[in-house]
């Protein structure tokens, strides 16, 4: 044998052997996506008159961009604060109102995006909205943005009224000029809600529900949302006319992380 064949016959064997290992080597699997427990539905499934405007899957937020872990408009909550929801619903169409939904369970990744968005000080482009008079220096001293939500646990939901027959909503464009959240409903953007006083997240005491400020129109808004919601068991954030927990909490510790999308709640 030439001393070339015996290098072409080394190489060989070497390259036999390296496929023999790679072949052997466990092939490393994709690590699964979580999925919510089974107390956990799409409200859509419980009651399907309410309307879903999920914000946090558009642009149309404080930050200005989609928000991590929100792949679908649906919200989803634990079973029996949905079923409440669907109470409160049937009350309302008899009174010629609608639930709105912005945001129901959220996962711990959204919250995790809210805060590296919170402490990046250079991105405030949609101020002149939703914080036009919060120092962005401020928003985890004065509680607007926290390390935990409520909302995780899957009990929380934000919501409005919206009087009926609905209006379509005009969607919001990227880059359009902002009008600040607390300017008088006509001048600020354009919602198919009553009249709460403020926008949606707005940062701002406004927001307040009990806001002395807040009268009239407004103000019976503010009341007939939370007293409609307060007699089946909710509980209202008094910094956030929007904001509403159902107790008791089915995970009243528990924060969850699987994101928002229908195959979560898929069977449920």
Known sequence: MTGTARILRALAAAGAALLAVTAAAPVAAARPEPKAPPEFVDLRSVDPTIITEMRYTTAHNFMGEPVDGYRQPVCILTRPAARALRTAQRSLLRQGYSLKVYDCYRPQRAVDHFVRWAKDLDDQAMKDEFYPMVDKT??????????????????????????????????????????????????????NSVDMGTGYDCFDTLSHTDDPR???????????????????????????????????????DTYFDFPVARRSVAGH
């Open 214 to 252: 807040v009268q009239g129109a407004q103000r019976a808004h503010r009341q007939m949302l939370k007293g409609t919601l307060s007699r089946l068991g909710f509980v209202n954030l008094a910094e956030e006319w929007w904001h509403f927990t159902y107790k008791p909490e089915l995970f009243p």
């Open 138 to 191: 401020r928003l985890f001293e004065d509680g607007y943005i926290a390390e935990k939500s409520g909302h995780s646990r899957g009990s929380t939901v934000d919501l409005t009224l919206v009087k009926l027959p609905a209006l379509p909503a005009r969607p919001y464009e990227p880059g359009e000029e902002l009008a600040p959240c607390f300017a008088p409903k006509d001048e600020r953007f354009p919602d």
